[in-house]
């Protein structure tokens, strides 16, 4: 069974610096993909990156990249120069090939000016 | 880009009537659905996937009387609540996911949630 387990309830982080959200997943499969999704307050779940598990280099998109690890199984979202609208939800979710997406229980993350 | 109406975004009932909630894929079509429970400050958790045209599949431990799925065109999925009761109050989230091949790339589109309170 697919499991994914991110261990920061809450994180701060100081206007402009970078911080690291943790994730790390469990499966038995070979074909599985990663996700990160931000949810403000307002609900709605914004994707933020993608990363394979065939796909040999790090995804990154802008201010967000995915360490990814795959004989470690994490994947974690590095945020750099982070920024107030950066405050929210953050999720990492993991799918096999045309599955459900299970998710992990999500970190807070707080940027302090 | 892929866009998922999700209605209403918020709404209040009396205990023991019913709420329905839709979810419409408006630039594509969604072969598969997936409907979500979010308690507050906590994760989503699954409560069903539905395809097209076929009886939805349910999670461990979700009451499929309770939860009623209708899958029943590629771009309109609803959720209907049945005999509400205040428990059943939250924050209720669908995401659609396009077919064909290894789609795992075109994503999973999120609807901006419905935010039900039952009194």
């Known amino acids: 069974a697919q499991k994914i387990t991110q261990t920061q309830p809450g994180m701060f982080v100081q206007e402009k610096e970078a911080v690291t959200l943790d994730c790390t997943y469990d499966?038995?499969?070979?074909?599985?993909?990663l996700f990160w999704y931000k949810q403000p307050s307002s609900g709605e779940m914004i994707f933020l990156i993608y990363q394979g598990s065939y796909d040999e280099q790090n995804a990154t998109e802008g201010r967000y990249s995915l360490n990814f690890q795959k004989a470690r199984k994490s994947a974690n979202l590095v945020i750099s120069a982070s920024q107030l609208g950066d405050s929210a939800m953050y999720f990492c979710?993991?799918?096999?090939?045309?599955?459900?997406?299970?998710f992990g229980a999500g970190t807070i993350l707080r940027v302090k000016s | 880009g892929a866009v998922v109406s999700q209605h209403p975004s918020w709404v209040i009932c009396k205990s023991g009537t019913s709420v329905k909630i839709e979810c419409r894929s408006l630039?594509?079509?969604?072969?598969?659905m997936f409907w979500y429970r979010q308690f507050p400050k906590q994760s989503l958790m699954l409560m069903a996937t539905s395809n097209e045209g076929s009886k939805a599949t349910y999670e461990q431990g979700v009451e499929k009387d309770k939860f009623l799925i209708n899958h029943a065109s590629l771009t309109l999925s609803t959720l209907t609540v049945t005999s509400a009761h205040p428990e059943d109050s939250s924050f209720y989230i669908c995401s659609a996911r396009r077919g064909g091949g290894t789609a795992l790339l075109y994503g999973y589109t999120f609807g901006s949630g419905t935010r039900l309170t039952v009194v």
């Open positions: 979710a993991m799918s096999q090939y045309g599955n459900k997406l299970v």
């Open positions: 630039d594509f079509q969604a072969t598969t």
């Open positions: 499966t038995s499969d070979q074909s599985y993909g």
